[in-house]
């Protein structure tokens, strides 16, 4: 329900962009965020964005990333500009509803590589 795209390979300093897109209806959920993973870490959430425009992000990547939705596109993206080697790792989006578990879904990752 929710496809993930828009990685790659980057240089430090560089700039790409993560898109999410919902296939078919993704009902009942009040978040989508971007989680960022590495081997033998925890997924971390770097980003998030509320029904309502609202974003939130990691301190590691204030001021760098940028969360935005285009309801009509049911997208999210990430727009990530000043890429450093320490953001390289598979990004996953999801989307969910903080009151209610249920509703959580999430897209399959999508690789970022940044070389230094």
């Known amino acids: 329900q929710l496809q993930a795209s828009g990685g790659g390979l980057a240089q430090a300093g560089g700039s790409l962009r993560l898109s999410c897109a919902a296939v078919?209806?993704?009902?009942?959920?009040?978040?989508v965020a971007w989680y960022c993973q590495v081997p033998g870490v925890q997924r971390e959430s770097v980003a998030s964005?509320?029904?309502?425009?609202?974003?939130n992000y990691a301190d590691s990547v204030k001021g760098r990333f940028t969360i935005t939705r285009d309801n009509a596109k049911n997208t999210v993206y990430l727009q990530m500009n000043s890429l450093r080697p320490e953001d390289t790792g598979i990004y996953y989006c999801r989307a969910f509803n903080t009151r209610a578990p249920e509703y959580d879904f999430w897209g399959q990752g999508t690789l970022v590589t940044v070389s230094s």
């Open positions: 964005i509320t029904n309502a425009g609202n974003p």
């Open positions: 078919g209806r993704v009902a009942g959920i009040n978040v």
